[in-house]
């Protein structure tokens, strides 16, 4: 007779494939973009549809179709582990150009979207390592849901409550708080997000700066997530500086251009990090995605694409933006006690209900069970070992990226919902 079949998971198998925030997202996000659209879409980082840019990649699928056999061979061929030699020459002179800096074709990896290069980079920086744990500081709570459960060894981040700075009645700014940043022996590296996901902060060019510093003197690398940031998409509302250097670890991604479905990340850094990530990419995944690198490279080369997230994202987001928290301030008014984080980047608006009744989940679910997709805050403030914080609990992350229709409508419904009490 034969043994009944059990899944049995392994530690990696527990870790990975069981509930996390961002598989609860990316399941919402999912159900309602394609199947349940009466949902009403206010918590993934799905980019909005603009149809300038959209005319763009029409065009460049054009091109590519008449170029004689260059479709042919986009879908026909893998790439290098390390990426499109094409696509890297581009950016490399995009970059080098636009910046001065002095890269090469070596400092550069694409990866199959940056949730893949953030756990490449996690793990193989930090974890077990000669007999040591080393982690992650995240300098800036709240911080990144999809970094939250990358590490395949448990304790991977550790991270550092915020200053609140009220700005007015209903407007409040998260700053790292410098002198209690737990710089411990064990650390591997320092990241953040810039802009901030999920709060829209940006970190100014002197914290960034102050960040790449303490990093340098403890000989530690400094992760720069700029998925929605510079040089591209460039969804920040204030000018700002990229800068590398040889300790500093630049992420980049083609999914806020309005491309999340060809699943391109980009990874520049030192010579030896890319050499270690582009085996990992052999390992894991082959070759990555061809379709976003041969849509993207010759708008890279010309600077056009660097032009469209200056003439045409960043002011589509900025405009949005203020919209929606136009409306919110209309809708929440003095119904109830809020806060919303200062919009300056990214495709979200944070919201603080201080002395909410319940917690941040537990209002999650009541919108849900209205139709109405949010993102609990609770999830964004993984490593801080700090559970008697209660602002943990009363925040919310809103998307205004989709339609003004569905913004509207949620907005009226989150609205409807706090005023219940």
């Not at 303490?214 to 000018?239: H, M, Q, T």
């Not at 052999?282 to 056009?304: C, D, I, R, T």
Request: proline share 5%; glycine share 10%; charged share 20%.
């Amino acid at each position: 007779m034969d043994r009944k079949l059990k899944l049995e998971l392994s530690d990696f198998g527990c870790k990975l494939g069981g509930h996390t925030g961002i598989s609860e997202l990316m399941h919402d996000l999912g159900e309602a973009l394609a199947i349940s659209p009466h949902l009403l879409m206010m918590g993934g980082g799905n980019p909005g549809r603009i149809p300038a840019l959209e005319a763009v990649w029409r065009r460049r699928m054009t091109e590519l179709l008449a170029h004689g056999d260059a479709f042919e061979r986009m879908l026909a061929h893998y790439d290098q582990p390390r990426g499109s030699p094409d696509f890297i020459a581009a950016l490399v002179h995009c970059l080098n150009h636009q910046f001065g800096w002095q890269l090469t074709a070596r400092n550069v990896c694409v990866t199959n979207g940056s949730q893949n290069s953030y756990f490449f980079l996690f793990n193989m920086l930090a974890g077990r390592a000669g007999g040591r744990h080393r982690k992650i500081l995240l300098p800036l709570a709240p911080e990144y849901i999809g970094y939250a459960d990358q590490g395949l060894s448990s304790d991977l981040f550790v991270s550092c409550r915020p200053l609140i700075e009220e700005l007015d009645a209903h407007t409040f700014k998260y700053r790292i708080d410098f002198d209690a940043l737990p710089l411990g022996d064990d650390l591997a590296a320092i990241c953040v997000s810039r802009p901030t996901n999920p709060t829209g902060n940006v970190l100014t060019d002197a914290e960034m700066r102050h960040l790449a510093a303490l990093a340098k003197k403890r000989g530690l690398f400094f992760l720069v997530d700029g998925a929605y940031g510079a040089p591209f998409p460039n969804i920040i509302f204030s000018e700002v500086e990229p800068f590398w250097d040889e300790h500093i670890i630049l992420t980049l991604s083609l999914s806020k251009l309005g491309l999340p479905g060809t699943r391109n990340g980009i990874i520049i850094a030192r010579e030896d990090v890319i050499e270690a990530v582009s085996a990992i990419n052999a390992v894991v995944s082959l070759a990555n995605g061809n379709l976003g690198q041969a849509l993207v490279a010759p708008l890279l080369q010309s600077g056009e694409l660097l032009r469209l997230s200056r003439e045409v994202i960043r002011p589509y987001y900025e405009q949005r933006a203020r919209q929606a928290l136009g409306w919110l301030h209309a809708a929440l008014g003095d119904r109830v006690d809020y806060r919303l984080h200062a919009a300056e980047g990214a495709l979200f608006l944070w919201l603080w209900l201080p002395g909410l009744h319940g917690t941040s989940q537990e209002l999650y679910r009541r919108l849900k069970a209205r139709h109405l997709l949010a993102v609990s805050g609770h999830h964004f403030f993984y490593g801080l070992n700090d559970p008697r914080w209660s602002h943990q609990h009363e925040c919310l992350r809103l998307t205004y990226s989709q339609s003004e229709k569905i913004v509207r409508a949620g907005i009226e419904i989150l609205a409807a919902e706090l005023a219940r009490g």
